[in-house]
Structures are given as C-alpha cells and as structure tokens.
C-alpha cells in the first residue's frame, strides 16, 4: 500500500513529505502539511498544503505564522489544498484596537479589574481569513485579517495583503496591489470548473504533465 501512495505522490496523511525523498538532499522537517500541525479547531488547512521553513520550523507554524488567534475565538483561517507556504509568511487573524475611542490601549487585556468595562467581543473584528486552492505565498508575505485570497493567485514577497485577492490574480507590495492576472477571464472561469485540486491522487498523478502546462484544451480532455 505504501508502495502504490508513493508512485501516487506523497502521502497526504504524513506530516513530512520529503522524509523518503532521498533527491532531496535537506532535512525533511524543512517542510511539513499543514493539516498535522494544527491543534485549533478553528483553523482548517486542506490536503497537501505545506509550509517551507530552512529553519525547520515547519511543524511550528501555528505558534509561530499564525498572530493573535486563540481556539476560542470566533473568526477563523480556512487554506484550501495544495497551497504553497513559503518562510515567514504570517496570517494576522486579530489585533484590531478600538479607532473610535479616545484611546487604543488595550486594558481589558492586562485584567485586575481594568477588564471590567470592556469584553473582548466589544473589540473590532474583520471576520474570517479565507485562503482558496493552489495560492502560492512569498517569502514573509503578511495577511491581514479577513481577507479573502481565491483560487491559484500569486502573494509576492513581503507582500502585506489588505484586501480580497481575485482568484488567479499575482498581487505585491505594501499594501499588496495587483500586479497582473495569470491567465484571461475564460481560462480562469475554465479553471475554476474544473477544480483540478479535487481530483483523487491518481488522476492528479496522470495528469501532472498538464497541470505544469498551459494547454488548457488538454486538462479539458484529462476530467
């Protein structure tokens, strides 16, 4: 079984991919699923989803990319499948201070009788942070809470993305901007048909020559 998972690709209920990759001439806690790391319920990360860390901190990343976020609060980071992670990318899911008060200090935080005019459902929420299929994100890009990032879209580096990002749209800089969309209009509502990243790994693995292609015809023919 093992045997037919690795001609398949790599097994997405492991934790670390590169481990019997022996190409691969890194230590293979340099990457990791997602998926495994998570201990929150209100982070979902799909299938195949991995974060890139030299460092080895891949395993970390819910302590360390994902700021301001505790498993009882509200708002939730949702990734889809087959994103791409790169080093120091940070997901900002809270934060947020009062703007219209006379002052933005937070002092129900510190307790000892100051929490008493104030609940944390009074400070300002943006909601959730939704991350679709197949975004690639550079190096110690920044996401703002409640923003939502559509399917195979591009995060340059160190970029810090305010705003939603259309699917397939390659946005940088700070405040991100969109650079350019990757394909036409009539290739990505094509692409968003088909819903690739959905397949079961065979098909993925039979087709691989077409995803790493631009010949659109030929995925249309591959479903």
């Avoid at 093992?2 to 997405?12: S, V």
């Avoid at 692409?191 to 079961?200: A, G, K, P, T, V």
Wanted: hydrophobic share 40%; net charge neutral; glycine share 8%.
């Amino acid at each position: 079984m093992e045997e037919i998972l690795m001609k398949m690709g790599p097994n997405p209920n492991e934790m670390y991919p590169l481990k019997d990759f022996a190409e691969v001439k890194v230590s293979h806690e340099t990457c990791a699923f997602l998926k495994h790391t998570i201990t929150r319920r209100n982070i979902i990360i799909g299938d195949y989803t991995y974060c890139y860390d030299p460092d080895g901190g891949a395993a970390k990343f819910e302590k360390n990319n994902i700021l301001y976020h505790h498993e009882t609060f509200p708002e939730k980071l949702i990734i889809g499948k087959f994103c791409a992670i790169g080093a120091g990318v940070k997901f900002m899911i809270r934060g947020q201070h009062k703007l219209d008060a006379f002052s933005t200090y937070p002092f129900l935080a510190f307790g000892c009788g100051w929490e008493k005019e104030m609940s944390l459902n009074q400070l300002p929420s943006k909601g959730d942070t939704i991350v679709g299929n197949d975004v690639w994100f550079g190096y110690e890009s920044l996401i703002m809470p409640g923003v939502t990032i559509g399917d195979g879209a591009i995060i340059g580096a160190r970029s810090v993305v305010t705003k939603d990002v259309p699917s397939y749209a390659i946005v940088a800089g700070n405040p991100a901007r969109l650079i350019r969309m990757r394909f036409d209009q009539e290739t990505i509502n094509e692409l968003s048909r088909i819903q690739w990243w959905n397949w079961d790994s065979a098909k993925i693995t039979r087709n691989i020559k077409h995803l790493i292609d631009n010949d659109l015809e030929a995925l249309r023919l591959a479903q």
